[in-house]
């Protein structure tokens, strides 16, 4: 119970479901990239603003309520896991104005997406740098020595 404790506060739980979001995001952006020449091939993507308001609703109830507990509650396209993390569903990018369909029928802008991976790699990189700088906090605060 106290080690649940331990790891439900501060920004770790923030941080897990950051991280889960960002890998299963990697997949679906590289997914898109792989089938960029496929027929009939539209784009997909995780519902970031959702995620994001998610996230943002659950930091905020628990400022409110308690700083020790953090309740990730699921949306219609996020659900949490048993392990800390998330599951989200990827959903099918509907056209918008600056959006092209090709001949093909394919939706994929091989630029946009390249741009999107690179910039979801940098969150999940900056991400797990913090993680792992909370972690040396933890292990620091346990062994009572400052490396």
Known sequence: MYIKAMFDQGAMPVLERCISFYEQRNRVLANNIANFDTPNYLRRDL?????????????EERAATNPRVFRFEGSANI???????????????????DQFLRHDGNNVNID????????????????????????????????????
């Open 47 to 59: 519902p970031v603003a959702e995620f994001q308001a998610q996230l943002a609703k659950t930091i």
């Open 79 to 97: 659900q949490p896991n048993a392990l800390g993390g998330i599951n989200a569903q990827a959903i099918i990018d509907q056209l918008a104005r």
């Open 112 to 147: 946009q997406e390249m741009s999107e991976l690179a910039k979801n790699n940098l969150l999940h990189s900056a991400m797990t740098q913090i993680l792992v700088k909370e972690f040396k906090m933890l292990s620091t605060a346990i062994s009572g020595v400052v490396k």
